[in-house]
């Protein structure tokens, strides 16, 4: 679904998987899109594609647990794009375990990336949608809420996502912005992969596991993610605000 007006958006964790995904639709639907991912170089060359076919995109490096790093990285999307009116949060990593192994770090680290991370970029990019009385946040939870063994830091990280959404839909409704939250279930990414070599499976063996217990028969592309975050960025989802939709495949909460 194509917004009817050009905006500046950014999508965290976007040189790969769902966030690549993710900014390439945005930029179909004519937005301008910030890359930014904590792999620099690769979201420079996502955002090349994406300018090599006629749109408007940067790679930015950022840590988005690092205050200073996700200012900088806001910073020179003003400057080099304009003022951010969306706003994806997808960055995210992995470090599963069961409770009794995991580490201090291990939790750290994902509550960091998923969390610390959505809160610093959302309260950075928040007040240029207020000045502009517009805004979109799309942040990216996960059927991991619901509960998941080996998962306990990632299932805690992807369940306050939704709480963070629900409370911004609250806060910044007034303003003319909407916050809502997309829980993919399984989805053929790199982090997919690491799951199945955590627990000691080939990769189309797994794949092919998981696509027996969803309803219709697959496991999701980036793509399906991708439609879903059009959607809540458009101007035609302006009385959605506050929403965790489920896109796996069947119905999950």
């Not at 930014?36 to 076919?53: C, F, R, S």
Request: glycine fraction near 12%; hydrophobic fraction near 50%; charged fraction near 20%.
């Amino acid at each position: 679904m194509t917004s009817t007006t050009p905006r500046v958006a950014v999508v965290t964790g976007g040189a790969r998987g769902i966030g690549a995904a993710t900014a390439a639709r945005l930029a179909a639907d004519g937005h301008a899109v910030a890359v930014l991912d904590l792999l620099e170089d690769v979201a420079a060359e996502t955002a090349a594609k994406l300018t090599a076919d006629g749109h408007r995109a940067i790679g930015v490096g950022v840590d988005v647990a690092d205050e200073e790093s996700v200012t900088a990285a806001v910073g020179r999307v003003v400057a080099e794009l304009g003022a951010p009116t969306i706003l994806v949060n997808n960055a995210g990593i992995l470090r599963d375990n069961l409770l009794f192994k995991m580490s201090t770090d291990d939790w750290d680290a994902v509550l960091g990336v998923h969390l610390r991370g959505a809160f610093l970029v959302t309260r950075a990019v928040q007040k240029h949608m207020i000045d502009a009385g517009w805004g979109r946040i799309v942040n990216l939870s996960s059927t991991s809420a619901l509960g998941n063994r080996g998962q306990a830091n990632y299932a805690a990280a992807k369940a306050g996502m939704q709480g963070f959404t629900k409370t911004l839909a609250i806060e910044l409704g007034k303003f003319g912005v909407t916050a809502n939250a997309i829980a993919p279930g399984v989805i053929a990414t790199d982090m997919i992969a690491e799951t199945a070599e955590r627990v000691g499976v080939p990769l189309e063996d797994f794949l092919a596991h998981m696509a027996k217990e969803v309803p219709v028969g697959r496991v999701g592309q980036p793509q399906d993610i991708a439609a879903a975050a059009s959607f809540f960025c458009s101007e035609e989802a302006s009385f959605t605000s506050g929403q965790v939709l489920y896109v796996a495949g069947g119905p999950k909460a």
